[in-house]
């Protein structure tokens, strides 16, 4: 085989970033697989035939930074809608705003209070544990926002996500739960925050359109019939960027690093609009899934390339991943970040490989900074072995 100056394992957003770098700083020629029919890694989307929606096959993704580098290099491949994230939650037959803020108080307890009296209340309900040192979540959250908001917005949620009581959860998983005293229901505080104004899949395309950049698709790293793989590459001396997981990269020789997964179900409604928001959140137990999503919701400036009387919503229903699974969350427990500690050790005696993304780090990043450590990655570690 005659390889290219670099292969990049994985066409997420890490691997298209490096190869974008790599062509437009070194005029390399780069080759690009993955193990999956389609490139954008978690936040590849695709347009639904009977609805029109973009629908986020990986679940809700919402771009969202303050880190100016990387907003103007997004906007180089694509243009931005002028969405903005919220969310709401139902508890108990009624909607409220998320984050919890002073619409939520007011409306939860039936009253008007000025922000000075909400703080005033929920220092008191939270006083509750005042001076202990709680050591699992429930008694944490009860500590930090008092009891009747904890157990109606946090408590059942945060069991289905874990599939856990929260009695039974380390209070390490959470370090504050935010409590707005004013009526900003805006989800994210980043400077800059939109959707892709052609879909998430067509600025992606665009990162890498360059001859110089070849894509293969539904081919993986380890499988050594085909001549991207492992060995060979190694053998040939090829530099290398994987972005896969790095517990699979070792062939788990130190044992699994552990995630969460989402299952999603999809559900269709006869009607125009089910929820009339993007995101509604299910806060208690009698509803089995986390949270639904309804993606025309997304992109109301689409309104007239919708199918009418039609929309599309999925569930998501949260757990502990297995392999074979999609990992989503890594679960981070100090024993996760110890194993971590010592892959990433194996990874840097591994000359010619260099290990990125949110697979290959072990570690949640959102996009933004997904696009940034490429950058950087591409700088630092990248650039060199193209030399
Ligand atoms: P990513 O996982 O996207 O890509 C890695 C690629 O490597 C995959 O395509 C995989 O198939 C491939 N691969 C792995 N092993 C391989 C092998 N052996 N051979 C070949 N290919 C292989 N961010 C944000 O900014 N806003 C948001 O709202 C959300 N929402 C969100 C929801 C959910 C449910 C998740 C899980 C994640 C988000 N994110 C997000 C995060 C976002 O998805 C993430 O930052 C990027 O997709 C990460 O890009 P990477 O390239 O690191 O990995």
């Not at 096959?57 to 969202?64: E, M, N």
């Not at 007239?304 to 998501?316: C, F, I, L």
Request: with cysteine.
């Amino acid at each position: 085989t005659q390889y290219p100056d670099l292969v990049i394992v994985g066409a997420g957003l890490f691997g298209l970033t490096v190869a974008q770098q790599a062509v437009e700083h070194a005029g390399a020629r780069v080759h690009i697989i993955d193990v999956r029919d389609h490139i954008g890694g978690n936040a590849y989307s695709y347009f639904d035939k009977e609805t029109g929606a973009e629908i986020h096959k990986y679940g809700a993704h919402l771009f969202h930074t303050s880190n100016e580098r990387v907003w103007k290099y997004v906007n180089r491949f694509t243009e931005f809608t002028n969405y903005v994230h919220r969310v709401y939650a139902t508890h108990d037959g009624v909607v409220y705003p998320l984050p919890i803020n002073l619409g939520t108080i007011n409306q939860f307890f039936g009253k008007a209070y000025t922000p000075a009296e909400a703080k005033a209340l929920i220092e008191e309900q939270a006083g509750e544990l005042a001076g202990t040192d709680p050591q699992n979540l429930n008694d944490k959250g009860i500590q930090l926002i008092g009891r009747p908001l904890y157990e109606a917005f946090i408590k059942n949620y945060t069991a289905k996500q874990w599939q856990t009581d929260p009695a039974e959860l380390p209070a390490s998983i959470i370090k504050r739960l935010p409590v707005r005293f004013n009526y900003d229901n805006r989800y994210f505080k980043d400077t800059w925050e939109g959707l892709p104004k052609d879909g998430y899949t067509a600025w992606f395309e665009r990162m890498i359109d360059d001859p110089r950049i070849t894509v293969e698709l539904g081919v993986d790293f380890f499988d050594e019939t085909q001549p991207y793989n492992r060995k060979a590459l190694q053998a040939a001396g090829v530099p290398v960027v994987y972005t896969g997981p790095i517990d699979r990269y070792f062939d788990y020789e130190l044992g699994d690093l552990k995630w969460r997964t989402v299952d999603f179900k999809e559900v269709r409604y006869a009607e125009d609009d089910h929820f009339g928001c993007p995101v509604m959140n299910f806060s208690d137990s009698d509803v089995p899934y986390t949270r639904a999503i309804e993606f025309r919701n997304f992109n109301p400036e689409r309104a007239d390339s919708y199918t009418p009387g039609r929309t599309v919503v999925w569930e998501e229903y949260s757990r502990f991943a297995e392999r074979g699974d999609e990992p989503y969350y890594p679960i981070n427990t100090d024993e996760d970040k110890a194993l971590y500690a010592r892959y990433a050790e194996k990874a840097a005696a591994e000359p010619r490989t260099v290990f990125g993304g949110r697979l290959g780090t072990y570690k949640y990043y959102d996009m933004h900074n997904v696009i940034d450590t490429a950058l950087t990655a591409y700088e630092e570690q990248v650039a060199p072995l193209l030399g």
